[in-house]
């Protein structure tokens, strides 16, 4: 079941009733139930691999606590999270991990496997519910909570619906608190609204910009022999709104719904195109993976015995100041690394998600006190700094999604080399607009990404600690008339232009296949 | 060990971690308030402040102590 579909809005309008109807603390029986139909929906493995993945999280989650011995403790911990993961990594990346050859071949470009069994098995988002219980299992052994007793509420915790197929991924201690509110939460019709408009957000986000941008990303990625030249940067970039509007369009469906039974879930974008450097650009982008990652992967690693020794002798070696960043780059390659890699397993991934963004980082943090003596020579504090910020940090970002949306490696590598390669198809309208995207459809994207940059714009705020700012909040200030206006506009607006309709098949979110 | 005494020990720290010798610190304290302290810096400042008090703080105060003063909290639960 498509998070952007009609029958999942019949589905969350029945779960609503259901809901409000039956006594408060039955209440929490009815997202249960609904998160295992849910589950049941999107086919017979991922039930099965949510169940499986929750019987593990339990059982090593009470292992795992305390009151028992520190060998017996890491054992248990050990073995869990070993299972867990490579459970993802044996369902998700058979095809990678099949064969050296196999290897040595997406290496090179070759995509194989295509019959195995483990293709059609794949459960959907997979990568988001291990990464979640696994972190169930480490807050377990590190005692930041305590083991859960009753099996079903960690069965909710890793199946809970809105967040099943893409996150955001939560903690234990914050999810299961929000769950205890459910019993004193009150059914209010702004609750719903809020949420409502929302939804309605996200349905425009993906239904009227990602897939129509997708035309146009789909014919040059697909054909860069044809098209080359300038049409490959403006693929990417239509490639960066499509990818930016399908996954934070997929969660404001995921929060909204969430909103509603006034179960609330953490944000995962902070206007991210705003961006002053790459570290900050992954502060707002995906936000909680990368707290993921920091938390249960990069603070371990650095504060790992090997890591402390390394960095008494790196500071002995290259003094203090600079020896210290040495154990740094070193978890930060581990940490681009596991983001890459968690975002495919292919090579395309692991550079294009991952160590590109490594490299830009040290980067940055290599060359920073020279920046920082350049800074007040050349009016960093002014305006045209800030945009110029923003957008190099946005064309790095670019020359990322260039191996993220490739099949291969050899593939992204060509298309680099398609930038400068004559022979290819002129650019006019008439080669552009054969992917689809005639004068109406261009005309209603750039009116919907100019909408979208406005929200964004008024969200903004400078620093990447803080939360951004609510548009609804802002346009219930102005009225409840006001908010029920853009309700209806978004909505009608999705009917008119969205990208649906007998015979069209809304693509799936990009991050609910990762 | 007093909590005065672990404040001095402390600002020390802080002050060679951050190469800042005007840096002192207090219960409220936050990474915020201080010039350098990111979430690649945190892990230098724990590890430093493990040494400096000969204790070992688990990954759950690692990631979850909110200031300075949870901090000092912690480290007097360690030295019992």
């Known amino acids: 079941m498509s998070l952007v579909s009609a029958l999942f809005l019949v589905f969350v309008a029945a779960v609503l009733l259901l809901y409000y109807v039956v006594p408060k603390s039955f209440r929490i029986w009815v997202v249960m139930l609904a998160s295992l139909v849910f589950a049941g929906f999107l086919g017979f493995y991922t039930l099965v691999f949510v169940l499986i993945s929750a019987v593990l999280c339990y059982i090593g989650g009470l292992l795992s606590g305390a009151g028992r011995s ?95 197929m893409s996150g955001p991924m939560n903690t234990y201690a914050s999810l299961s608190a929000e769950f205890e509110k459910t019993k004193e939460v009150k059914f209010s019709i702004s609750r719903i609204t809020d949420g409502a408009v929302r939804v309605a957000w996200g349905f425009f986000k993906k239904l009227v910009i990602a897939d129509r941008a997708a035309m146009v990303v789909n014919m040059i990625y697909a054909d860069h022999v044809n098209f080359t030249g300038w049409y490959v940067p403006l693929g990417v970039f239509f490639f960066a709104i499509q990818l930016y509007c399908d ?182 309208w008439a080669n552009f607009s054969s992917s689809g995207m005639d004068l109406k459809n261009l005309i209603v994207l750039i009116a919907a990404v100019l909408v979208v940059v406005l929200v964004d714009a008024y969200k903004y705020v400078p620093s990447e600690d803080e939360k951004a700012k609510s548009a609804i909040a802002f346009l219930r200030s102005k009225g409840i008339v006001v908010l029920w206006a853009a309700f209806m506009f978004i909505t009608v607006a999705t009917l008119i232009f969205g990208m649906y309709g007998m015979g069209y098949n809304a693509g799936s979110f990009i991050y609910a296949t990762i | 060990m007093t909590r005065e005494e672990i404040y001095v020990k402390l600002n020390e720290v802080f ?41 070992k703080f688990t990954m759950g105060e690692t990631t979850g102590l909110k200031n300075v003063g949870e901090m000092v909290d912690r480290i007097i639960a360690h030295l019992g």
Not at chain 1, 71 to 79: Q, S, V
Request: net charge positive; charged share 20%; with cysteine.
């Open chain 1, 70 to 164: 520190n060998g017996a403790r890491n054992a248990a911990t050990i073995i869990t999270v070993v299972i867990n993961i490579a459970l993802l990594c044996a369902v998700k990346y058979y095809n990678v991990i099949g064969s050296a050859s196999e290897r040595l071949d997406l290496l090179f470009g070759a995509v194989d496997g295509a019959n195995s069994f483990f293709k059609y098995a794949v459960p959907v988002g997979m990568s988001f519910y291990v990464l979640q219980t696994t972190g169930y299992i480490l807050d377990c052994r590190w005692e930041k909570i305590t083991p859960e007793k009753n099996f079903f509420k960690v069965l909710l915790f890793s199946t809970y619906f809105p967040q099943l």
């Open chain 2, 15 to 55: 002050q060679d971690v951050f190469d800042d010798e005007d840096i002192t610190v207090n219960d409220a304290t936050v990474a915020a308030d201080v010039d350098g302290w990111d979430s690649l810096e945190h892990i230098n400042l724990i590890v430093a402040v493990e040494r400096c008090f000969g204790i």
């Open chain 1, 247 to 428: 996954f934070s369009g997929c969660m404001e469906v995921v929060i909204g719904v969430s909103h509603m039974l006034g179960i609330e879930l953490p944000e995962n974008f902070n206007c991210p195109f705003f961006s002053k450097t790459v570290k900050e650009y992954w502060r707002r982008w995906h936000i909680t993976l990368g707290a993921w990652l920091r938390d249960y992967l990069m603070y371990p690693v650095l504060k790992s015995a090997p890591l402390i020794k390394i960095g008494d002798w790196s500071k002995a070696k290259f003094g203090k100041k600079n020896g210290k960043k040495v154990p740094t780059y070193i978890a930060l390659l581990i940490l681009w690394f596991a983001v890459g890699y968690w975002h495919g397993g292919l090579w395309n991934y692991v550079i294009g998600s991952g160590i590109l963004h490594f490299v830009y980082i040290v980067l940055g943090m290599v060359f920073e006190p020279l920046f920082k003596k350049i800074r007040p020579k050349i009016g960093a504090d002014k305006l045209y700094f800030r945009i110029f910020q923003s957008l190099r940090t946005f064309v790095l970002m670019l020359t990322g999604f260039v191996f993220f949306r490739s099949a291969t490696v050899k593939d992204a590598i060509d298309m680099y080399a398609a930038i400068f390669r004559r022979g290819g198809v002129a650019l006019n």
